[in-house]
T-cell receptor
Framework: AQSVTQLDSQVPVFEEAPVELRCNYSSSVSVYLFWYVQYPNQGLQLLLKYLSGSTLVKGINGFEAEFNKSQTSFHLRKPSVHISDTAEYFCAVSVDTGTASKLTFGTGTRLQVTL | EPEVTQTPSHQVTQMGQEVILRCVPISNHLYFYWYRQILGQKVEFLVSFYNNEISEKSEIFDDQFSVERPDGSNFTLKIRSTKLEDSAMYFC?????????????FGDGTRLSIL
């Protein structure tokens, strides 16, 4: 079975500062990796995904993530955050099972951006 | 952009009562999912559904839970006899294909409060 670890439950950061949200996964087979964002009182919105190919993937709102197979990591980064980036961020994995594949989520990281 | 819609946004129910949560997936999607998020915890997979059958279910999805696609547009989650521990945010998601590299699109969720 696969699992996802997000070590940081909360990350406070000042506006315009860079940020990295960490994600590590565990799986015995190849995985697909996703980052979702959840704004207050809203559902989960896909930020970006890694399926194959280039290990650096770019997503919406200026976010990017880098897949590192040797370190089994998929950290999310943004060079300069905005107040509006305040939200909960979830890393998730899925694997090919031949059926409708579930997402396995991490516990989430709350990004708090302040002036 | 097409969205997954869920109703109601908030449901308050007495313990022991039945509750039905409703979802309208994106129209050309074929795979449907329910997840739940207990307050302060991670998003957990409940069940996946395709071609009028359950594809996979988690340990959480016991006999008190059921899913149905009663018509061409709705996808419902029924909890037969609710317990206090069923209080959570319930998310519906859908995806276009079976492949696990296809992102799942989430609704805004139904907050279920059991009294």
């Amino acid at each position: 079975a696969q699992s996802v670890t997000q070590l940081d439950s909360q990350v406070p950061v000042f506006e315009e500062a860079p940020v990295e949200l960490r994600c590590n996964y565990s799986s015995s087979v190849s995985v697909y990796l996703f980052w979702y964002v959840q704004y207050p009182n809203q559902g989960l919105q896909l930020l970006l995904k890694y399926l194959s190919g280039s290990t650096l993937v770019k997503g919406i709102n200026g976010f990017e993530a880098e897949f590192n197979k040797s370190q089994t990591s998929f950290h999310l980064r943004k060079p300069s955050v905005h107040i509006s980036d305040t939200a909960e961020y979830f890393c998730a994995v899925s694997v090919d099972t031949g059926t409708a594949s579930k997402l396995t989520f991490g516990t989430g990281t709350r990004l708090q951006v302040t002036l | 952009e097409p969205e997954v819609t869920q109703t109601p946004s908030h449901q308050v129910t007495q313990m022991g009562q039945e509750v039905i949560l409703r979802c309208v997936p994106i129209s050309n999607h074929l795979y449907f999912y329910w997840y739940r998020q207990i307050l302060g915890q991670k998003v957990e997979f409940l069940v996946s559904f395709y071609n009028n059958e359950i594809s996979e279910k988690s340990e959480i999805f016991d006999d008190q839970f059921s899913v149905e696609r009663p018509d061409g547009s709705n996808f419902t989650l029924k909890i037969r006899s609710t317990k206090l521990e069923d209080s959570a945010m319930y998310f519906c998601a859908s995806s276009r294909t079976i492949s696990s590299n296809q992102p799942q699109h989430f609704g805004d969720g139904t907050r279920l409060s059991i009294l």
